[in-house]
């Protein structure tokens, strides 16, 4: 198998010993409370994920909707207990200022993240181009993020909000974020990886108009115990523009956004809410292939293929600890069977094939 981790590892942040992520994670809290004066008011959102309790807090309006469409399906009432708690903000809308930040560009990392500013408790992340920040305290539970200005969001943000915060607390909680597709029942389901243009989005939307449950195009949470489960994270869904009219139940909604100028953006739980799954126990790792014949198929493949189908695009996109992440997908390959999806031309065909193949193993999983 290729040697993954090790060429992970050498773009893992040095862990910093000193005392300037605890620093700055004090002044992204002070000026999240300043913020909050400014606006005026603090709006709360509470969201189950990965089947911990999440509090949002806003400081103002400006960013709620942008940056909670897409946990719409995870939403519940507020409560008086909560695992992580975030406070986000924007300058622009609060009226308030954020110094620069004390580092120098040739600290950015890859992923986003910043030399001697990552430790065993605290985590900052920085995107330096759009001037995101987000900093994540494991030991308190509490984390920060902050845009300069709400309208500058990027539209990839609306669409997998927190992706980066999430998977650093996550990661400390017994979830690994993946970078993957998932379709399947209450009672079971399977998780669909490789690299983009390999046909997850295509086959998990086409899922949509079909007896399966949608849970995920994009990013999920996976837990281990006491079988491999999935965790709904977004409920959006990111099409290529040029299929959009080959999904006439994606057609017949109102795309959110442009992600750029090959896809658009849809919050799914506003039009399919019944079809919007929370999670499932998984059956399989399915690595789906775009080929020219007809006709599509499943065919059971070895645990090679799917890590190297998993492995990648999930460790060279998120920051942390890449040792660590390539042994909890390791594990996860070795606790399910592998299946390639060979996607014809005709993709009414995809989710009949998927749906037979997870009645199959939901039928041994229960039996």
Sequence with gaps: MTPLPKVAEQLAPVDSPSEQPLVFFETMRDNFERAAEGSGEI??????????????????????????????HLRIEPQSHFDLSVGLWDS???NTYLPPPPWAPADCLPRCS??????????????????????????????????????????????????????????????????????GTPEGGVLLVGKGGSGKSTATLCCLDSPLMYAAD????????PEPYFYSLYSSGKVNAPDVSKHPIIASAQHSAILDTQK??????????EKISKGFPLRAIIVPRVTPQIETRVRRIGQAQAMLALAPSTLFQLPGAEAEKFGRMGALVKSLPAYALESGSDWKQIPRVLGELIAELNGKATG
């Design 43 to 72: 709006v709360e959102r509470f969201y189950s994920i990965g089947g911990y309790c999440v509090r949002l807090q806003f400081a103002g309006r400006a960013m709620v909707e942008l940056l909670t469409s897409a946990f719409a």
């Design 114 to 183: 910043v030399r001697d500013y990552v430790n065993s408790r605290i985590q900052v992340s920085y995107e330096s181009v759009k001037k995101i920040l987000s900093v994540l305290d494991i030991e308190s539970n509490q984390g920060y993020f902050w845009i300069r200005d709400a309208a500058q969001l990027p539209a990839y943000q609306c669409g997998s909000p927190l992706l980066v915060l999430l998977h650093q607390w996550m990661a400390q909680n017994n979830r690994m974020l993946v970078h993957g597709g998932a379709v």
């Design 218 to 225: 994009d990013y999920g949470l996976v837990g281990s115990e």
């Design 264 to 273: 658009a953006l849809y919050f799914l739980h506003s039009y399919f809410p």
């Design 92 to 94: 622009a809308s609060t």
